[in-house]
């Protein structure tokens, strides 16, 4: 383990093979379904999940990490490495940053410096592989914190849902615009900015959604070399293919193509589709 130790959520959404290269540290988010805990990526799958929403019994719920864990996992580390930075999703949507805040102050032995991603999924997994990348080069605490905070200011989501009832069920929207995008048939763009879930365009099939998710990714990109991930929920084939015309329009320098993790599919529900993207 090099000199500065880096944490994030499972909401992070990082592929494994990028986790396990960089050696980041990632805290499980709970799922809960019928009174029964599972742990994000480690005792739940994705296609459980799906299963569990589209029979409607027992809707599945989550359960940010509790202070606890956080605890155990900066204790951990504390004996290996003096500092850790530990980048959590916008507290605007999860109570991860102030629990990992709270157990940062319940450690000795180690600094642990706590940031809220103003973000969620691969936006803050781009500040979490961008951290982890400026450790590794030996960056001080300094340098890291910046370099994930530059990623912040320029890094985007921009996704478009098979429905918005899962999202009003948690919470993320409000009743009058699941239910208006219900009844006239709107597929919203959505956007996540200043760490909220915001409709930047309506249109009315998920083909034009994509299209509309594109044209933005070029009013914003330009020419410029591009970090991006394409991800989904249940929808590899529409994922291959949104990936096809990021890749002919787009120079990229940084591709992934991910399903969300079971905790965020708990959120977004199946037919979810997507980009974060953030360009040089």
């Not at 027992?58 to 605890?71: E, I, M, N, R, W």
Request: hydrophobic residues 45%; charged residues 20%; aromatic residues 4%.
């Amino acid at each position: 383990m090099g000199h500065i130790a880096i944490v994030t959520e499972s909401s992070a959404n990082i592929p494994p093979e990028v986790v396990q290269e960089l050696g980041i540290h990632v805290v499980p988010v709970g799922v809960i379904v019928g009174g029964q805990a599972f742990r994000d990526g480690v005792d739940i799958t994705l296609d459980q999940v799906y299963r569990w929403q589209r029979e409607g019994k027992s809707l599945p719920t989550t359960a940010a990490p509790s202070v606890g864990d956080f605890v155990r996992i900066y204790e951990s580390l504390a004996e290996r490495t003096p500092d850790v930075v530990s980048i959590h999703m916008s507290r605007r949507l999860s109570v991860s940053h102030d629990a990992a805040l709270q157990a940062s102050r319940l450690v000795d032995g180690a600094n642990v410096h706590v940031l809220d991603s103003r973000a969620a999924a691969m936006a803050q997994g781009f500040m979490v592989i961008e951290a982890a990348r400026a450790a590794r080069a030996g960056a001080t605490v300094e340098e890291v914190l910046a370099r994930a905070n530059e990623v912040a200011s320029k890094v985007h989501l921009l996704f478009t849902l098979g429905t918005l009832k899962y999202l009003y069920r948690g919470g993320r929207v409000g009743l009058a615009a699941a239910l208006a995008a219900s009844m006239l048939e709107i597929r919203p763009v959505l956007a996540l900015i200043d760490g909220r879930i915001e409709p930047i365009a309506k249109t009315r099939t998920k083909a034009r959604a994509v299209r509309a998710i594109v044209a933005e990714m070029v009013r914003i990109v330009g020419e410029r070399p591009l970090h991006t991930t394409v991800f989904h929920a249940d929808v590899a084939d529409e994922a291959e293919t949104l990936r096809q015309t990021v890749v002919e329009r787009f120079h990229c320098v940084e591709l992934y193509v991910t399903a969300m993790t079971p905790v965020m599919g708990a959120h977004t529900g199946p037919g979810l589709l997507g980009t974060t993207f953030y360009a040089d």
